[in-house]
């Protein structure tokens, strides 16, 4: 390999490198950094696809963050299935399509993670603070009623 060849690849391969990581479009880019603690009080609405055993189902929530005490917050998660004549799931054994659950949180270490545990079952959340004004999170709830969805959350302003 001549020295014009390895100077050429060493080139390629440092412009490789040094590119990597980097976004190509808008879509890829990095959520917007949040400066501090953020204060997620307030009001947050989306709407999901829910998925069971049996299928999949849309519904809406609320999600009311009444209080925070640092990274902690906690408040409730209204929700409601959006075809109100079947039932979401069961509670106690009853059938139900809407319901109000408490729930208590924590943001990560990062200002941008966020963990939260429902009260009322075994259900959990776990996702991202994107910006002061959205949220995504992950559900997930083992047992005989398992179910998973994703939500992208907006403040309601």
Same mark, same amino acid.
């Given at each position: ?52 055993? /049996? ?9 009311? +963050?009444? %209080? @925070? $005490?640092?990274?902690?917050?906690? !408040? ?28 208590? /949180? ?9 963990? +939260?545990? %429902? @009260? $009322?079952?075994?259900?959990?959340? !776990? ?31």
């Amino acid at each position: 390999m001549g020295i014009f060849r390895k100077i050429s690849f060493l080139s390629a391969a440092t412009i490789i490198i040094a590119t990597m990581g980097v976004p190509m479009n808008a879509e890829q880019q990095a959520p917007d950094p949040i400066d501090g603690l953020p204060d997620l009080r307030g009001n947050w609405v989306g709407t999901y696809k829910v998925y069971l055993h /049996g299928g999949h189902k849309m519904a809406e929530a609320e999600f009311r +963050i009444v %209080e @925070q $005490d640092g990274p902690y917050f906690r !408040g409730k998660n209204a929700w409601r299935h959006v075809d109100k004549k079947q039932p979401m799931t069961t509670k106690i054994g009853k059938l139900i399509s809407q319901d109000e659950e408490p729930f208590v /949180g924590v943001i990560g270490f990062n200002n941008t993670s966020i963990s +939260i545990a %429902e @009260q $009322d079952d075994m259900g959990a959340l !776990g996702g991202q603070l994107v910006n002061r004004d959205t949220m995504q999170l992950i559900y997930s709830e083992p047992g005989a009623n398992a179910m998973v969805f994703r939500i992208e959350l907006k403040r309601k302003r």
